[in-house]
């Protein structure tokens, strides 16, 4: 990767972060922390990696994605307003009446989502479904699963891992959000998850743990071939990008002042601003 696509790549990391933002503002509260630590990997997927049509959201052999934490649907709409799925002022009815942004993902409310999502778990043996459907219709499209560490917990992740590597679904990658923490606290205090990248590798996937904001490294692992499905864990902060939602312990969902998303876009602005100097839009 070059130095400008990276740039590039993080011009659209930020952009993304403050649809975020915004999107989270035009509510008043909403879950800012599991969105904002996800944006990095959207930014990859939707800007490099993934073959897709916002012409044509429901094209076949499109690449698709799962976000099985649903409730980061606020970084997700972002992406796909930023991509052309929506107009971008439709960020701005985020959980309102009528609204086609849900607080968690619904694929037939709004353009571009994939799957359903929300009950943690779930979206785990749903995307190993689908990803499986395609092998065996022959298709080349690819599926990529984003998890949740907190989710970690539920026993139905575990299953589908043991599923997509005892049948071999190899068209999948999971990128696993490793942000430490969950809604009620330090994912470690809750339960353990001890070596997650380990855990992975022993239930038959090829795994690997990268800096889960670092773009080229988003790349090199997104990009990456194997003859087994492939597991990324990203080793990421919960409320990247905004220092004041970093540094608050309890940050899986806020609620704040117009005052306080203001200043919380002026960073982000700022920081967008920066880059663009440095040769950085996109």
Sequence with gaps: MTDQEKRELQSFALR????????????????????????????????????IDPRNPQWEERDKLVCSKGHAGP??????ALKGYM????????????????????????PGVDMTTGSLGQGTSLAVGMAYGDKLKGRSSRTYLIVG?????????????????????NNMTWLIDWNKKQLDGYVSD????????????????????????????????LTKTSDRPIAIVMDNIKGKGVTQVEQTVSNH???????????????????????????GGI
């Excluded at 560490?149 to 679904?169: H, S, T, Y």
């Excluded at 743990?209 to 988003?218: E, K, N, S």
């Excluded at 609620?255 to 919380?264: L, M, P």
């Design 190 to 221: 809750i339960l353990e998850p001890f070596d997650i990248r380990a855990k992975f590798e022993a239930f038959g996937f090829e795994a690997v743990q990268i800096d889960g904001h670092d773009v080229a490294q988003l790349y090199d692992a």
């Design 149 to 169: 560490d907190g989710e970690l917990n539920e026993g139905q992740v575990w299953e589908a891992a043991m599923f997509a590597a005892g049948k071999n679904v």
């Design 75 to 80: 970084a997700v709409y972002a992406t796909l």
């Design 253 to 279: 969902s806020m609620n704040v002042s117009a005052e306080v998303f203001d200043r919380w876009l002026e960073e982000l602005r700022t920081q967008l601003s920066a880059l663009e100097a440095q040769g």
């Design 16 to 51: 993304i972060r403050i649809g975020t933002v915004e999107c989270v503002k035009s509510r008043g509260f909403g879950h800012i922390g599991g969105s904002l630590s996800v944006v990095d990997a959207l930014a990859v997927l939707y800007g490099k990696v993934m073959r």
């Design 87 to 110: 107009p971008y002022d439709m960020l701005y009815t985020l959980n309102q009446p009528g609204t086609h942004l849900p607080s968690h993902c619904d694929r037939r409310l709004t």
